[in-house]
């Protein structure tokens, strides 16, 4: 199977272990990522205004990239770059006026047709959790993990469709194949302080704290997420959040879903 | 209750529906999103108090509220909305106006946490300048 692949700036820089351990999974399942030739940041955050679209001129150009590739699939790691370009892609598809002025000022003729999709859902519907099962190494069995969700690759509900908002349960499903066990807990969707971690520090570490000690009563040993800037903020916190505290062990390690793939399949 | 009709500011309140592309008086005032807020608890105007204010035309208060500046666009509040009211547009609209505007920019390089420099990920400056600067 044969996509292509936008890494994003994070991933090549802070995040290098998420591409790494994305990049040597996807070659150990059969699968390949060509990362495409040119690219930008797309943006980091999904224009949230009416009234510009320069913002989507970079995801737009990685998605002309992928079809004169001859690919009809982008895989995405990065959740934010994932918002960015799932929802630009629909509002493509979707919104007449929009699309004529970007392709007016690219000079294209982009109407949507690649698919955006994230490395989860490569491996969900068309790897297949059984097939991943069957090719573990190493099963993780005993590893009490807490999958973090966070916000980008869930919301909102109308745009992204890559699991139930309120309840999802892909990253269960994908442990549960690794052999390990998925800690449930109220606070793996709820939102880790984003970008107030660049400004309002004392905001994005209360809501840190209110994700740590969730997971952690329910038995968590480590948070499994899909997102640089949530590992970053889960973190970040951790030490001045555990000064605070009355529980010792508090101190969960946040790894990337990659990561845990790639220790699984023994690589 | 006497209403004032002078105090409202009818040209922001256009401004904010057309950059945002919300109708605000779509909203009926459940609280659904301030009761799911994840940060609600730092802001001084609660999510479906911005859509009264701006259904009232007190568009010049919510400029000044502390609110627009916590808001994390995590969205959980307009995937719960039963009117389909995008409250996390309205802030950006809010934000715009006072970005938009010379010395408006809420955060400056020099200001970032020292920890920012050391560890933080591109994907947050670059999220954390695209909300609080222009």
């Known amino acids: 199977m044969r996509y292509s692949y936008y890494p994003g700036c994070t991933l090549k820089t802070r995040a290098k272990a998420y591409e790494d351990t994305a990049l040597s999974t996807a070659k ?13 940041c797309c943006g980091a955050l999904y224009p949230l205004n009416t009234d510009e679209i320069f913002s989507f001129f970079s995801p737009v150009r990685a998605l002309l990239q992928t079809r004169a590739a001859g690919e009809d699939k982008l895989v995405t790691l990065c959740a934010g770059c994932y918002n960015v370009f799932k929802r630009t892609n629909k509002a493509v598809r979707e919104d007449g006026e929009l699309r004529r002025k970007i392709n007016a000022y690219l000079e294209e003729d982009y109407m ?6 994230h490395y989860l859902e490569v491996l969900k519907n068309d790897v297949g959790f059984g097939s991943i099962a069957e090719k573990v190494k190493k099963r993780l069995t005993g590893r009490k993990l807490a999958p973090y969700y966070g916000c980008l690759l869930l919301k ?22 690794l052999g390990a066990t998925a800690v449930s807990y109220p606070y793996k969707t709820e939102c880790c302080g984003s970008y107030l971690s660049m400004a309002n520090e004392e905001i994005a570490s209360a809501a840190v704290g209110r994700i740590l000690n969730s997971a952690y009563k329910n038995g968590a040993e480590a948070f499994v997420v899909a997102c640089p800037l949530c590992k970053y903020n889960l973190e970040e916190y951790q030490s001045e959040l555990l000064a605070a505290s009355k529980d010792p062990q508090l101190k969960l390690p946040v790894f990337y879903f990659t990561e845990l793939l790639a220790e699984a399949l023994a690589l | 209750m006497k209403v004032i009709t002078e ?4 040209n922001l309140l256009r401004e904010v529906e057309e950059v945002s592309g919300q109708k605000v008086s779509a909203c009926f005032q459940c609280g659904k999103c301030s009761g799911g807020c994840p940060v609600v608890w730092g802001m001084d105007v609660l999510p479906h108090q911005v859509l009264r204010y701006a259904q009232l035309g007190l568009v010049d208060e919510l400029l000044h ?5 916590i808001c994390a666009s995590c969205q959980t509040c307009d ?16 934000r715009l106006i006072i970005l938009r505007n010379k010395g408006g920019n809420y955060l400056h390089p020099n200001d970032l946490p020292a920890r920012v420099r050391e560890n933080a990920p591109q994907q947050g400056l670059v999220s954390a300048f695209r909300k609080y600067a222009k």
């Open chain 1, 28 to 40: 150990a399942l059969g699968l390949s990522l060509t990362e495409i030739k040119e690219w930008q």
């Open chain 1, 112 to 117: 949507g047709e690649v698919d955006v999709v």
């Open chain 1, 156 to 177: 909102p509900r109308a745009e992204m469709d890559l699991d139930d908002v309120e309840n999802p349960t892909i990253f269960e499903n994908f442990l549960n194949a």
């Open chain 2, 7 to 10: 105090k409202i500011n009818y």
């Open chain 2, 65 to 69: 509220s502390k609110t627009l500046w």
């Open chain 2, 79 to 94: 995937s719960r909305c039963p009117r389909n009211v995008d409250i996390p547009k309205v802030i950006e609209a809010l």
